[in-house]
Structures are given as C-alpha cells and as structure tokens.
C-alpha cells in the first residue's frame, strides 16, 4: 500500500510538473509564425553600406582665420535673404562646393561634404543648424579632394552653411538642407520548427549598421548561429535574417551599433 501511494504521489508531481512546463512553452513562444520555410541562406534583403565609413574620415578642425562674412538667417538656420537655393558647383565661390552629404545612426554623425575642384588649398567654414542651435568647423580643403566636417549628435533636420576665406574674410557660398532619423525596426516574424526569423527595416533617413547575436543555445549546442550583420536601407525594403536556435531555449539580441536606440531582445523555446 505504502509503494502505491508513492507511485500515485510521483505521478501527481510529474504531472504537474510536465502541465507547468507546457504552460511556460507556451507563454514564450508566442509570436507570429508566416508562411515562410527555413531558408537556403541565412539573410535576404536589399542591404546599403555607405562609401564613406562614418568616423573614418572626420576633418581635422583649425582655428577661424578671421572673421566671416554671415548670409543672413532667422534663428532656425532658415535663409533669410538669397536669390536662390544654390546646388552643388554653382555657389557663390568658384570650385569649391558641397557635395553628397552622408546621415549616420553612428553617433548621429552627419558629414556636410565639401569638395574642392580647384589647384589650391582651401580654408573652409561650416555651420551646421540643427534643433534651434548651430555649431562651427573651420578646416583646411586641399586641392582637388573632399572634406568631411564631422557633427556629431544631430537628430533631424538640418542646414548647413558653407564659407571660403577670401584673403580677408571668409565668404558665403552656399547652403545644403538634410535630415538625420535613425529609426530602425525589428520584429521576430517566424518562430517555430528551431528556427527564428527577425525582419530589419530602416525606417529612417540615416545609414545604420544593425548587429544581430545569438546569446543562447551556446556555441557548443551545434546551431549556433552567432553574430551577424546587416545594413538596412533607408527607407527601404524589409531585411530577413534568419537563426537557427534548435528546440531549446534561445536568446536573442539585435541592436543598431553606435546609436541612441534601444536594442531589441527575442526570447523563447522551440
């Protein structure tokens, strides 16, 4: 009699125990699964990695040689007086120009480029409007090359205004308007038979670059797929990168690299 009461005992417990597992199984692994099959490769997707590495080519600041001549402007950067909006070789100042100008999540970096047509050296202002206040970069442009006058921490829209020193003053020549919007969303959108399927979109106006990690099953668990990169378009089409996380717990994490946004955390257990 005591050995049946043990086994009905035991039996109650496994019961139990299986009824509470299968409850936070399912609690977990809630999310929409797609009509979409493990893949041939592990990422699809338009990707876009800008010609220019944020951070790598940052201008090398000077001191102003003098004063500047200002284009007059209302406390916003808007330009007050102009006949007209001036595009890239056909400022104010023969040779020397804005050119593509590059947005990046990277610490909300923008790169106002410069170029310099001419066969000599020249000394260059940049200000840079944004969010109700403005800051300066003086720096040298060498003949025939680019600048890359770094401001860092804009968010939005901005104006930039660019002067050539003359000898004597540093000149108007002209402006260029963009906007910096790191906004890059990622959703689980498959998630069943141990694989994982995160959908990337930038939704921004910025270059972002997007680190995706798998922080368990561990490597040792044979489908460890890691950490892996992508770089969304601007605006564009839907990323699809894909794990392969086995029918065991999983972790995962994906962040945009150097920016202000909060990473996203995908867990559960296939």
């Given at each position: 009699m005591k050995t049946l009461?043990?086994?009905?005992?035991?039996?109650?417990?496994?019961?139990?125990?299986?009824?509470?597992v299968v409850g936070f199984?399912?609690?977990?692994?809630?999310?929409?699964?797609v009509g979409a099959q493990p893949p041939v490769t592990s990422v699809s997707g338009p990707q876009s990695k800008p010609a220019v590495e944020p951070g790598s080519r940052d201008a090398k600041k000077t001191e102003a040689l003098g004063i500047t001549n200002y284009a007059k402007v209302d406390s916003n950067g808007k330009l007050q007086a102009a006949p007209?909006?001036?595009?890239?070789?056909?400022?104010?100042?023969?040779?020397?120009?804005?050119?593509?100008?590059?947005?990046?999540?990277?610490h909300h970096l923008v790169y106002p480029t410069v170029r310099n047509t001419t066969a000599t050296d020249k000394y260059i202002q940049v200000r840079l409007y944004n969010q109700s206040?403005?800051?300066?970069?003086?720096?040298?442009?060498?003949?025939?090359?680019?600048?890359?006058?770094?401001?860092?921490?804009?968010?939005?829209?901005w104006t930039a205004?660019?002067?050539?020193?003359?000898?004597?003053?540093?000149?108007?020549?002209?402006?260029?308007?963009g906007n910096n919007t790191c906004n890059v969303s990622v959703v689980r959108d498959y998630n069943t038979s141990g694989w994982v399927r995160l959908a990337i979109k930038n939704n921004g106006t910025a270059y972002a670059s997007q680190r995706s990690t798998e922080l368990a099953p561990y490597p040792g668990s044979g489908t460890y797929t890691g950490t892996q990169y992508d770089y969304p378009v601007a605006g564009g089409a839907t990323i699809y990168r894909w794990f392969q996380v086995g029918y065991t717990p999983y972790g995962i994490v994906s962040d945009t690299q150097d920016s202000w946004l909060t990473p996203s955390y995908f867990t559960g257990d296939l």
């Open positions: 009461s043990k086994l009905k005992v035991l039996a109650s417990g496994m019961t139990l125990s299986l009824a509470l199984t399912s609690a977990v692994s809630a999310a929409p699964v007209k909006t001036f595009s890239p070789l056909a400022g104010n100042v023969s040779g020397v120009d804005f050119w593509t100008p590059y947005n990046y999540c990277y206040g403005y800051r300066d970069i003086y720096t040298t442009i060498y003949a025939n090359s680019y600048a890359y006058p770094a401001f860092y921490g804009v968010e939005g829209s205004y660019l002067y050539v020193w003359n000898g004597s003053t540093y000149q108007y020549d002209e402006y260029w308007t």
